[in-house]
């Protein structure tokens, strides 16, 4: 525990205690969402409700932030932001777009940027006007980049290039269908699409000095998972994955476990440098 403007931060340590225990408690409820898809887990039946494989992943991964949201209690605050989120799961269930759910917030005609701003200029700004002002906010930010300063998700290597090679596991649905039946090679699935889950739910905590922990301690899980991966794949060698594809996955494998330590260590770093 550290003490920051009279303000307690908790370390990596204490987030993973607390991750750890409400995990356990809600054990029930993933044991009740797993429930309705019986003995198959649930990324098989997103192979085909969606139209691409990124898809399903993307809609799997989804799924899991929601289960790690409920290890947190919602702010007052942000209740009108998890609405918001409860609407976009409930589209993402439909199998909308993404790029359609997450539009633009200038289309609700129930927000407005210059609301009472009381600032006459900014109230008669054209759109030609926002988007400059915009565009020079942005150049602005990545003149002077940070490794911390990520604007999404997609900007994180470690994050896209777990979420590829799961798609990629996923392609052998359609040519190797073989390693869909064997157990062992669904157990590998499952796991590759954790690290995804577990690097974006380590995102959606932030990078603020107060929840930096948390996402250190999801980092964490994203690298033991990787680990277990890596070990597990090696079992499949041979039987049902073939010499070639074994070789390249253990490739991507072993890079992507490699390149989450780093991240952690850099991420432990930049922690210290706040503190």
Known sequence: MYSSDNNRIWDEFEWESHINEMARRHEH?????????????????????????LDAVDAFIEEELLLEESHFPVDDEDEFESEQDDALFELLDDGEEEDDIFGDDEDDPEIDFFQDSGDDEEDDMDDDQVEEMFEQIFDEETREPTGYDYASLENIAIYTDARDLSADLLLFNDSQPRYMQHPGFIRLVSDTLQISSKLAAAYSMGFDVEVLGANIAYCKKALAHANHTLAHLQSLKGNPVQVADYYELHRRLFELRNNIAIHIQDTRAFFAELM
């Open 29 to 53: 409820l993933r044991q009740l969402i797993e429930s309705d898809h019986g003995n198959r887990p649930r990324w098989l039946s997103h192979i085909n409700d969606f139209p691409t494989k």
